[in-house]
């Protein structure tokens, strides 16, 4: 039993693959293996991939909240940066711009782009720091591309994570039904 529940076979981080027995029987002839034990230990995984699962929701969730964040701070740096880069017309016109003061509130800001050198990004943990145009666009668009790549290996996370749930589901089930299988044989026999 101990083999069958170290497969060495994972999805690419580390989340070992369920294990499925095609002929019950053999498993609890040798006598190695007790029902009661067996059937917890596939209990057991059940509850550690629904805990999984619930953890990985959690995360998809929270990028797919910060990837528009993220997205849209970059889009604003990259509109500040294009109309700095446009030395030609040095009476431009004030960008208007609606923003968060919470999550409820929004307010309007005039902002003249050449005035604009710096900005300030909140990295987090209420920590803002200020940043030079450019180099504050290379972090944003380095955060957004790491928020993407854990999106996607979130979500596929999560789709190995429900094949196998659904494979622990259909093994106790069929682990339970051959206990009652066998106690009705034993049961039949002791007659």
Known sequence: MDTLFNSTETNPRGIPSAPFVEDLTTLFNDGKNDFQLVFNKFQERLQK?????????????????????????????????????????????????????????????????????????????????????????????????????????????????RENITTMEVMCARLYNWDVEQRRKDADQAK
Not at 109 to 131: I, Q, R, T
């Open 49 to 161: 991939y629904k805990f999984m699962q619930e953890s990985k929701q959690v995360t998809l969730k929270q990028l797919n909240t910060r990837i528009p964040e993220i997205s849209q701070s970059l889009k604003v740096c990259q509109l500040l940066e294009s109309q700095n880069a446009d030395d030609k017309d040095e009476d431009s016109e004030d960008l208007l711009f609606n923003y968060s003061l919470n999550d409820t509130l929004y307010t309007k800001a005039s902002v003249n782009p050449k005035e604009v050198k710096n900005v300030g990004l909140w990295l987090g943990a209420d920590v803002m720091l200020e940043y030079p145009i450019p180099e504050a666009i290379t972090l944003l668009q380095a955060k957004l591309d790491d928020s993407q790549s854990s999106l996607h290996n979130c979500q596929e996370d999560l789709e190995f994570l």
